[in-house]
Structure formats: structure tokens, C-alpha cells
């Protein structure tokens, strides 16, 4: 298993949980290899997203398909990407 994490800022925390939720899990959840997706609030101004895929291919091509649909849908100002995170899964219990 391949996971990708990713640290974003964002000035409307509600709205980037609302698109996460209603937008952007049910596109990225047809990409192949799609295992989950997680938002973890860690802020009033921050998210982390956890995306969980079969192998290192799909997860790092979920990488280029979630940035692209960031900038298609003009979401550039609202999630600012702080930091991305990923790598197989070594150990899970």
C-alpha cells in the first residue's frame, strides 16, 4: 500500500471540508488502486488529507490528477499546500 499525505492551509477550513467531501471523494475514489481518504482537521486554518492507494504508481498519479483538479476548479487561493508526505506502507496493523 501506497500513502500520500498532504498539509494544506486554507482560508475557509469549512469549505475546503465541504469540497473534500462532495468534489474531490468522489472523483479521486474511481482513480485505480483507490484504497481511502481521510481529512483530519489539525487547525482552524489547516487540513490534512490521507490518501490511501494499492501501489506507489497510483498513489503518485493521484498526486498529479488531485493537483490538477485543485487548479481546474480555482481552487489555487483556498488550498495553499504546505507539505506532501508519502511513501509504502512499511508496517500496518
Same mark, same amino acid.
Given at each position: 500500500?501506497? =500513502? !500520500?499525505?498532504?498539509?494544506?492551509?486554507?482560508?475557509? =477550513? $469549512? *469549505?475546503?471540508?465541504?469540497? #473534500?467531501?462532495? @468534489? &474531490?471523494?468522489?472523483? =479521486?475514489?474511481?482513480?485505480?488502486? &483507490?484504497?481511502?481518504? +481521510?481529512?483530519?482537521?489539525?487547525? @482552524? $486554518?489547516?487540513?490534512?488529507?490521507?490518501?490511501?492507494?494499492?501501489? @506507489? #504508481?497510483?498513489?503518485? #498519479?493521484?498526486?498529479?490528477?488531485? &493537483?490538477?483538479? !485543485?487548479? *481546474? +476548479?480555482? &481552487?489555487?487561493?483556498?488550498?495553499?499546500?504546505?507539505?506532501?508526505? *508519502?511513501? *509504502?506502507?512499511? !508496517? @500496518?496493523?
Amino acid at each position: 500500500m501506497y =500513502i !500520500v499525505i498532504k498539509k494544506f492551509h486554507s482560508s475557509s =477550513i $469549512d *469549505e475546503t471540508i465541504e469540497n #473534500a467531501k462532495n @468534489e &474531490f471523494l468522489p472523483m =479521486i475514489s474511481k482513480l485505480p488502486g &483507490f484504497v481511502s481518504y +481521510n481529512i483530519i482537521k489539525a487547525a @482552524e $486554518d489547516m487540513v490534512v488529507s490521507i490518501l490511501s492507494f494499492a501501489s @506507489e #504508481a497510483e498513489g503518485k #498519479a493521484s498526486t498529479v490528477t488531485a &493537483f490538477a483538479w !485543485v487548479k *481546474e +476548479n480555482g &481552487f489555487d487561493a483556498l488550498y495553499q499546500v504546505q507539505e506532501v508526505i *508519502e511513501g *509504502e506502507v512499511v !508496517v @500496518e496493523g
